[in-house]
């Protein structure tokens, strides 16, 4: 949440701010001044207004001074009222809440506000937003040629008024916002000569962090993030599972390891330094980017110029154990830590063209009944 800073606890006693990452004023951080004060049952911290809107601490302590000899005289302060953040307001409130929690993911959200959102949304009050201002969005996005970031800058402004509702920013959802169909059904499965390439340059790849990385990408089923952030306390050998932190779906959740798994972990190395994660970056930190690499190995792999090596050995994962017949779907999306089991239907083609063949060993069965037909005795 917000950081406030005191001014200058004599010249301007009472008078706090907190720096804008969003706003900009003459090149800098825009700052929002507040002035806080007692009253006889309350601490109040009221908000002045921006830098930007040509407010300055002086002007803020000439306030803060009225209220107090307002207090002072026994007279009624102006009447509260609760003021309607605007939407930038209600997204530096998300942004900052989430600062360096999702690390890229962050400052891809960060982008995507300030390029899509905040010349639509960024002035209007929370009760201003409606369906004609969301569609502003939409027509701008498909003008600038932009149709496949639609659905993420629009998913990024749900977040946001959720957040705010959630948070009590404000009383109520503005807008429903439609989310377009968004084509998740590419699932990527590599052939099985695909798969050898890879395995092949995995095994002798140089950097045996970013090759376990990727083994355990196939083996797991885990998503990026689970792995650059999975820590060496989550990995249970003992119970043989992974706690997984932070899931897609927003709670912490368990998988169990395979033997592949468990035998990949357990042989791969730990930090000298001391690190908690399991496939630390630079200085033991956590690692953020490998698409230099993911890059590299789907080249020198020969795999098809469109595969997404995070992505698709997941999907190659669930492709893989969705046609065994051995799997269910059920357990599938409980493997995937998917959060609704409607995500794992994309696979139900998989398991239902395994049911056909197995289905079809009836065939076998009545073709070899009727070739092989035994002479019945005729009944005297």
């Not at 001044?33 to 830098?51: D, N």
């Not at 993911?294 to 994962?317: N, Q, S, W």
Request: glycine share 4%; charged share 30%.
């Amino acid at each position: 949440m917000a950081k406030y800073v005191s001014i200058d606890p004599v010249k301007c006693p009472g008078v706090v701010y907190y720096e804008s990452e969003i706003r900009k004023h003459n090149g800098k951080p825009d700052r929002c001044l507040y002035i806080t004060y007692k009253t006889e049952s309350r601490l109040v911290r009221e908000k002045v207004g921006w830098l930007s809107e040509g407010y300055s601490a002086k002007l803020a302590s000439q306030i803060r001074s009225e209220r107090l000899r307002t207090i002072r005289h026994g007279h009624e302060l102006p009447k509260e009222r609760r003021k309607i953040p605007t939407f930038e307001e209600l997204a530096r409130a998300y942004l900052d809440h989430y600062k360096g929690f999702h690390g890229k993911a962050d400052l891809i959200d960060l982008k995507r506000y300030e390029l899509h959102l905040a010349p639509v949304l960024g002035e209007k009050k929370a009760d201003q937003i409606d369906p004609l201002t969301i569609d502003r969005i939409r027509i701008n996005l498909k003008k600038d040629g932009r149709v496949g970031s639609i659905y993420n800058v629009l998913e990024l402004a749900r977040r946001i008024l959720n957040f705010a509702f959630k948070k009590r920013l404000i009383k109520t959802v503005p807008v429903k916002i439609s989310m377009p169909q968004r084509n998740n059904e590419r699932t990527e499965c590599l052939t099985q000569d695909e798969l050898t390439r890879l395995l092949q340059v995995l095994d002798s790849y140089p950097d045996i962090q970013i090759s376990a990385i990727f083994k355990l990408a196939l083996y797991s089923g885990m998503r990026r993030s689970e792995l650059l952030r999975l820590e060496w306390r989550d990995v249970d050998f003992e119970r043989r599972t992974i706690r997984l932190r932070e899931t897609k779906g927003g709670i912490d959740q368990s998988i169990p390891m395979n033997d592949v798994t468990y035998e990949l972990l357990r042989r791969h190395p730990r930090v000298e330094e001391g690190s908690p994660y399991v496939f630390p970056g630079k200085d033991g930190n956590k690692r953020y980017d490998i698409k230099r690499h993911a890059d590299y190995i789907r080249r020198v792999a020969e795999l098809p110029k469109g595969f997404r090596p995070m992505h698709g050995l997941r999907h190659t994962y669930a492709s893989l154990l969705a046609s065994s017949g051995k799997v269910d779907l059920y357990t599938l999306s409980k493997l995937l830590t998917h959060k609704s089991p409607a995500t794992t239907k994309r696979y139900a083609h998989l398991a239902d063209k395994t049911l056909q063949q197995a289905t079809n060993v009836m065939n076998d069965i009545i073709n070899l009944a009727n070739t092989e037909k035994p002479a019945l005795e005729a009944k005297k």
